[in-house]
């Protein structure tokens, strides 16, 4: 890894162990519309968020289910960086809405999606939307758990880079600015299973109370263009972040 500027200006994350638990994300790209504009709904997104959300009672009902839930676009930044545009096959993350299972175990989540009760929820969604992601994955890195029991800002990062462990390296080496910066004490970043030469390389899960606990940060401080973006960029890492709420 290149670091750029001065070495661990900010403290090192604060990591605990990996969970066991498998997950299952299924992200869908319905509206297009302004970074700022998702507020605004047209009727086919509304009939599938309602009709996802019916999805979670069965799948609660689940025992290896821990946890499922859907969640709907706030924000999603608009541009490409500079190492993206030397990779145009890569997919920019467009998602605005996200349906997120985690499993007792990784094998279960596995297991649930060569079922026949998953494929007929994919297929239910995958054509009423102009994009589809299916990922089962691990936890390979972990700040705390995400609480999905109350509102917050929640926010699904979609990393490319050439090669995982880097992109693990360089998530590692700044997510303490996160916790330094915007008091972040929950992560969860998911390796997805089947990792081709185009696909997301790793997806970071967190949560923060409000929305004014994270956006001034990157807005404001010139430190995470700095420290963040510029490591990053060096590094021939790209992040897609996009901000949720509760769906």
Known sequence: MKIVGPKNKFPKVTLVDPTNSGYLLFALNVDRRPPIGFFIES????????????????????????DATVFKAMIIPPGRGAFLKKRP??????????????????ESAKEFQRSL???????????????S???????????GPVDHSKKGVFLFNYFFSDQVNRNLEVWEYTAGWFQDQTGLDNSTVILPDQIKENSYKIINHCRWDHLIDILPSLIFKSS???????????????AMPILYRLA
């Open 43 to 66: 009727q086919n997104k509304k009939n599938i968020l309602s009709e996802l959300k019916g999805e979670l009672d069965n799948l609660k009902n689940n025992f290896k289910v821990i």
């Open 224 to 238: 995470f263009k700095k420290f963040v973006l510029n490591n990053f960029e060096t590094n021939n890492v790209a």
């Open 89 to 106: 096959n890569v997919e920019i993350a467009k998602f605005d809405v996200v349906l997120l299972i985690e499993f007792d175990l990784h």
């Open 133 to 143: 992601l299916t990922i089962t994955g691990s936890n390979i890195r972990r700040i």
């Open 117 to 131: 009760q998953w494929k007929n929820i994919e297929d239910a969604y995958k054509t009423r939307a102009k994009k």
